[in-house]
């Protein structure tokens, strides 16, 4: 994101790739503006944190008007750096790695994997979708030469925090983890952690033990 975006607070930036493939969509289905009943309907998010989450992008709906879907557009691709594409690498290519490799992120969002690393030789020198996967012995050569970013890793977390470390030399600026492994960075570095056994394992816990309340469906 931009350096304009820093007022505001995580919890709303978390919240703009949603609202940003919302809008995108609407743009495309020729709409020119939406009601915040309407989005939060669609996004499942309720409407005053919406009209909050908006006044700090400075666009304030009009009582009966709703926004301006072109405005909404254009302010969520500058702010999420939509006109640049961000180079992505990806670590560890077996059942999650292989699904990411053939995903196609541009679809939503302006990311792309550009490279894909492991250390099983039957998988180094294949293609998956349109990205070659290399040796990990590589990884600083390779990355360098690419300009990456962004990593995410899919690798047993036993290796997480070795690969970890050799990405922070490598300028590395993110990392999405997908192993259980808690990672170990410098401040300058933002890991975001996904453990999708946990989240399936809470998701299984809320619904038995709070199967009324609907609070957390949107968390
Ligand atoms: P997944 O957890 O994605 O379902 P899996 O069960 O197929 O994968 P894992 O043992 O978790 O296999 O390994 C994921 C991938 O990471 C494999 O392709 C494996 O070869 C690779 N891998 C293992 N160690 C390393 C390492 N040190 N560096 C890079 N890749 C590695």
Redesign the pocket.
């Known amino acids: 994101m931009n350096h304009d975006s820093l007022k505001i607070p995580q919890a709303t930036a978390k919240r703009l790739p949603l609202y940003y493939r919302f809008i995108q969509n609407l743009h495309s289905s020729g709409k020119q503006r939406v009601s915040s009943a309407e989005l939060s309907e669609a996004v499942k998010v309720d409407s005053a944190t919406i009209r909050r989450d908006f006044s700090y992008f400075g666009a304030l709906g009009k009582k009966g008007y709703g926004y301006n879907v072109s405005y909404l557009l254009s302010f969520f691709r500058k702010t999420l750096d939509q006109d640049e594409v961000t180079h992505v690498a990806l670590?560890?290519?077996?059942?999650?790695?292989?699904a990411f490799l053939n995903y196609n992120f541009m679809k939503n969002n302006n990311t792309k994997i550009q490279i894909a690393?492991?250390?099983?030789e039957e998988?180094v020198g294949t293609t998956i979708g349109d990205v070659s996967i290399h040796h990990?012995d590589e990884l600083e050569k390779k990355l360098k030469a690419k300009d990456v970013q962004v990593a995410i890793l899919?690798?047993?977390s036993s290796?997480a925090q070795?690969?970890t470390d050799r990405l922070v030399e490598c300028n590395i600026k993110g990392i999405l983890n997908?192993t259980p492994a808690r990672l170990n960075v410098p401040p300058a570095i933002r890991v975001h952690h996904i453990d999708l056994a946990v989240e399936l394992q809470s998701l299984v816990y809320f619904l038995k033990n709070y199967p009324e309340d609907t609070d957390e469906k949107s968390e």
């Open positions: 670590i560890g290519v077996g059942n999650l790695g292989t690393f492991d250390v099983d998988k990990l899919t690798v047993p290796t070795g690969i997908f």
